[in-house]
């Protein structure tokens, strides 16, 4: 089974992904993922790849797709893939329906998680990361006693900065937040549309919890 899981930054894609990868037995690839194995692989594509990144330049479209062409065709993917984080764009998506043809391989479901923007951003205005084991949690796990205390780790000071271990990263601050969802509104959503209109697509309200939403998905992909 392939499946493209879609969605708003926050609504829990990344939660999603592990369940599937371990229900379903897909292999989870992000562009995130993809982009560091073809690094560290050293091959020709992964070279041209790594070109890009030192010049602090955006990866192509086109090299982004032939990122996941040679991903998606390896060994350990033979058995169903979960594609995360691509097509963001509407070029990206006719670009992925496109080699998936010339491949001989499709989409059997694009799961697109959706949730309100105000409950996205109560979410993720919410969360806070520990700089020492890099847990993600809200806030309300924190002690009233200790607040820069990670309750996972224990730890109360990052040994670099000697600043609380827990902190509120930049990227989960309501301006950030807003232009995120705003590029998703505008990109993203439009891709989504693309993929629909080509093969099987479900729309997930994701404001449960995340067993909810598993259980949502389960159901989806029967």
């Given at each position: 089974?392939?499946?493209?899981?879609?969605?708003?930054?926050?609504?829990?894609?990344?939660?999603?992904?592990?369940?599937?990868?371990?229900?379903?037995?897909?292999?989870?690839?992000?562009?995130?993922?993809?982009?560091?194995?073809?690094?560290?692989?050293?091959?020709?594509?992964?070279?041209?790849?790594?070109?890009?990144?030192?010049?602090?330049?955006?990866?192509?479209?086109?090299?982004?797709?032939?990122?996941?062409?040679?991903?998606?065709?390896?060994?350990?993917?033979?058995?169903?893939?979960?594609?995360?984080?691509?097509?963001?764009?509407e070029?990206?998506?006719?670009?992925?329906?496109?080699?998936?043809?010339?491949?001989?391989?499709?989409?059997?479901?694009?799961?697109?998680?959706?949730?309100?923007?105000?409950?996205?951003?109560?979410?993720?205005?919410?969360?806070?990361?520990?700089?020492?084991?890099?847990?993600?949690?809200?806030?309300?796990?924190l002690?009233?006693?200790?607040?820069?205390?990670?309750?996972?780790?224990?730890?109360?000071?990052?040994?670099?900065?000697?600043?609380?271990?827990?902190?509120?990263?930049?990227?989960?601050?309501?301006?950030?937040?807003?232009?995120?969802?705003?590029?998703?509104?505008?990109q993203?959503?439009?891709?989504?549309?693309?993929?629909?209109?080509?093969?099987?697509?479900?729309?997930?309200?994701?404001?449960?919890?995340p067993?909810?939403?598993?259980?949502?998905?389960?159901?989806?992909?029967?």
């Amino acid at each position: 089974m392939n499946v493209v899981l879609m969605g708003p930054p926050g609504v829990g894609k990344g939660t999603q992904a592990r369940y599937l990868t371990r229900d379903q037995g897909l292999v989870h690839i992000s562009t995130g993922d993809m982009l560091r194995l073809a690094v560290t692989t050293g091959t020709p594509l992964g070279r041209k790849v790594a070109k890009v990144m030192t010049t602090g330049e955006l990866v192509s479209d086109d090299l982004m797709m032939e990122l996941v062409r040679e991903r998606i065709q390896q060994p350990d993917a033979a058995g169903g893939w979960l594609l995360d984080g691509f097509p963001r764009t509407e070029a990206q998506a006719e670009g992925l329906a496109e080699m998936l043809g010339q491949i001989g391989q499709t989409i059997d479901t694009v799961l697109i998680i959706m949730a309100p923007n105000e409950v996205i951003i109560d979410r993720l205005t919410s969360r806070v990361t520990c700089r020492v084991c890099g847990k993600i949690m809200h806030r309300k796990e924190l002690s009233p006693d200790r607040p820069g205390a990670c309750p996972a780790c224990g730890a109360e000071k990052d040994p670099v900065t000697d600043g609380p271990a827990v902190f509120h990263r930049d990227d989960d601050k309501e301006r950030t937040i807003r232009r995120r969802l705003d590029v998703f509104a505008q990109q993203t959503l439009a891709a989504a549309g693309i993929l629909e209109k080509r093969f099987r697509s479900v729309r997930i309200q994701g404001t449960g919890t995340p067993d909810e939403v598993a259980a949502e998905v389960a159901d989806a992909l029967e």
